[in-house]
């Protein structure tokens, strides 16, 4: 009869497993951050809109309330409140006041 030998074999981790591995996990790790990054620019873009509405929304409201500064200090305004307040304007008594705009 024959004795069985029992061969050991040993596993030895190879060069190009190592490499495949790390590949691999390369790869996967680009398609994530490049999905994240693309998910992030996106999300970013829309803040930016939202808030290039809200800036377009109040220059439409200052230059409304510029306006209506503008008709509220009229001199004609100025003059009839003035008269129906029983005032009366005197030449001599003006003072130009001049605004730095």
Known sequence: MAR???RITRKTLRIERVATLLFMLSLM???VSSIFLRSYNVNLSVQRQNVEKQI???ELQNESLRVE???LSTYDRIAAIAAADGLTLHQNNIVT???SE
């Open 56 to 58: 377009a929304a109040t």
């Open 4 to 6: 069985k030998v029992k």
């Open 97 to 99: 006041v001049k605004t």
């Open 69 to 71: 500064v503008a008709q």
């Open 29 to 31: 790790f680009f398609l």
